[in-house]
T-cell receptor, first 114, second 115 residues
Framework: AAGVIQSPRHLIKEKRETATLKCYPI?????VYWYQQGPGQDPQFLISFYEKMQSDKGSIPDRFSAQQFSDYHSELNMSSLELGDSALYFCASSQGQGPYQPQHFGDGTRLSIL | AQTVTQSQPEMSVQEAETVTLSCTYD???????LFWYKQPPSRQMILVIRQEAYKQQNATENRFSVNFQKAAKSFSLKISDSQLGDAAMYFC????????????FGTGTSLTVIP
């Protein structure tokens, strides 16, 4: 079965650079979530989109922005990168926003800031 | 915000034995959903089991079952007949039925399965 696809798998950047992470949800899934998981930490919710509109906002820094496109894929744009941004970034998708709908996670993008 | 607590950073179990991972949460809501996710070394996040708060019956998925105690705000995961492939980090997660659609995760329990 098709899963959530994230690209790239690994990304290395330097401080103050920018990065763009991409997420392709499972076909027919209209809701996308972004999470940040620091080393040894639990995933922290950043932001979510439903039908191309922002639906919920968590602990996303002002330096980050995201959007969901007409084909439902989503991009997380990160600017002025800091050492503390080094983390695993997960995208998850679901069909609808219903609280019972499980979120299906991608394999994550490992972002390392040098 | 809701908080989810997993008090066991690490657990180990002999292959074929049973292990229980604990999870407690704090909420003032009456309607919510609880999940257990598994994160193996491959780092995927895989749904293991889910429970609706309004259901008294504990959820079961093959070798995985939960003990949901709503009054105590406890949601433990029992893994029966443990297999080597069960070795992973396990996260308990809470999701409100009414306010927002994000997950609140616990800090995880690292499970080692001993052959």
């Amino acid at each position: 079965a098709a899963g959530v696809i994230q690209s790239p798998r690994h990304l290395i950047k330097e401080k103050r650079e920018t990065a763009t992470l991409k997420c392709y949800p499972i076909p027919r899934h209209d809701t996308v979530y972004w999470y940040q998981q620091g080393p040894g930490q639990d995933p922290q919710f950043l932001i979510s989109f439903y039908e191309k509109m922002q639906s919920d906002k968590g602990s996303i820094p002002d330096r980050f922005s995201a959007q969901q496109f007409s084909d439902y894929h989503s991009e997380l744009n990160m600017s002025s990168l800091e050492l503390g941004d080094s983390a695993l970034y997960f995208c998850a998708s679901s069909q609808g926003q219903g609280p019972y709908q499980p979120q299906h996670f991608g394999d994550g993008t490992r972002l390392s800031i040098l | 915000a809701q908080t989810v607590t997993q008090s066991q950073p690490e657990m180990s179990v002999q292959e074929a034995e049973t292990v229980t991972l604990s999870c407690t949460y704090d909420t003032s809501e009456s309607d919510y959903y609880l999940f257990w996710y598994k994160q193996p070394p491959s780092r995927q996040m895989i749904l293991v089991i889910r429970q609706e708060a309004y259901k008294q019956q504990n959820a079961t998925e093959n070798r995985f079952s939960v003990n949901f105690q709503k009054a105590a705000k406890s949601f433990s995961l029992k893994i029966s007949d443990s297999q080597l492939g069960d070795a992973a980090m396990y996260f308990c997660a809470y999701r409100s039925a009414n306010t927002g659609n994000q997950f609140y995760f616990g800090t995880g329990t690292s499970l080692t399965v001993i052959p």
